[in-house]
């Protein structure tokens, strides 16, 4: 299943931001769910990830306790609030579905990204 997110912008820094991944075509409630970032020359890197149930949660070191990932299944759709935005967070967000219901590091078909810069 390929995942769309959105809610990028721009946004000075110490501000916060709230991404959104969903499908209109298919659920994904039984996968894990990741978000992952990219900038221009550099690897796409890890930044959260979430399990089926909501439950487990997973982040790089270098946005704990500023980003919170999480999921509504009703609505079919993973969240990422991210505050306390710094330049260093400038990138594109990737968020793509595991291929099982707990983060294996295994992502499916990427979408479209969305585009988040910070300020100074």
């Known amino acids: 299943v390929q995942l769309q997110a959105s809610g990028g912008g721009l946004v000075q820094a110490g501000g916060s931001l709230r991404l959104s991944c969903t499908s209109s075509?298919?659920?994904?409630?039984?996968?894990?769910v990741a978000w992952f970032r990219q900038t221009p020359g550099k690897e796409r890197e890890f930044v959260a990830a979430v399990d089926w149930s909501g439950g487990t949660t997973t982040y790089t070191d270098a946005v704990k306790g500023r980003f919170t990932i999480s999921r509504n299944k009703g609505a079919n759709t993973v969240y990422l609030q991210m505050n306390s935005l710094q330049p260093e967070d400038t990138a594109v967000y990737f968020c793509t579905a595991d291929r099982r219901a707990v983060y294996s590091g295994s992502p499916q078909a990427w979408g479209q990204g969305t585009l988040v810069t910070v300020s100074s």
């Open positions: 075509r298919r659920t994904f409630t039984n996968n894990a």
